[in-house]
C-alpha cells in the first residue's frame, strides 16, 4: 500500500507520495528573487545545492501568517530536481485504505490539483497532484 506525507496548511490536510518527498527541514532563511510570483519564496541553500522554495498557503489563496515552531520546508524531488514547498506543520506518514476521486472544486481550488482524497486518522486528506501543483502559473 502506497504511503503519503500529510501536513496541514491553514484548516486543510494535503498528502504527497512519500516517494516524492526527499526530505522535510525546519524553516530556515529564504533569499527573495525579485519579480518572481507571489507564492515564488524565493532559494534555499540546501547543502550546496540551490533549491527554489513555493509557499503553498499564497498558491492556494490563503493569506500568508508567519512562520511558526511547526513551520517546516518539505523537499520534492519533481523531475529530477529538488523543489520546497512551505507547509504549515507536517501531520504524519499515511496510508490510505480508501480514496476517492476528487470533486471539480475543492473549497477554492480547483480538482485538477489532487489525485484523489483520502480519509486518515485526521478526516479527509486531498493528495496532491505534483504536476499541476508546481507546473501552474
Known amino acids: 500500500m502506497e504511503q503519503y506525507v500529510e501536513f496541514g496548511i491553514g484548516n486543510e490536510n494535503y498528502a504527497i507520495r ?7 527541514i525546519r524553516m ?3 533569499t527573495e528573487i525579485p519579480n518572481g510570483p507571489s507564492y515564488v519564496k524565493g532559494v ?9 522554495v513555493i509557499g503553498l498557503r499564497e498558491m492556494f489563496g490563503l493569506p500568508d501568517k508567519e512562520f511558526g515552531k511547526a513551520t517546516r520546508i518539505v ?5 529530477e530536481e529538488f523543489i520546497g514547498i512551505v507547509v504549515d506543520r507536517v501531520n504524519q ?3 490510505f485504505e480508501n ?5 471539480d472544486r475543492i473549497g477554492g481550488l480547483n480538482g ?14 486531498g493528495i496532491l497532484k505534483l504536476d499541476e501543483v508546481l ?3
Not at 18 to 24: D, G, L, P, R, T
Not at 99 to 103: L, S, V, W
Not at 112 to 125: C, E, H, P, Q
Open 93 to 95: 506518514v499515511v496510508s
Open 18 to 24: 512519500i516517494s516524492e518527498v526527499h526530505e522535510i
Open 112 to 125: 485538477n490539483l489532487f489525485t484523489g482524497i483520502g480519509i486518515s486518522s485526521t478526516g479527509l486528506v
Open 135 to 137: 507546473l501552474r502559473n
Open 28 to 30: 530556515q532563511d529564504i
Open 44 to 52: 534555499i541553500n540546501l547543502r550546496g545545492r540551490i533549491v527554489p
Open 75 to 79: 523537499v520534492l524531488n519533481h523531475l
Open 99 to 103: 480514496t476517492q476521486p476528487p470533486p
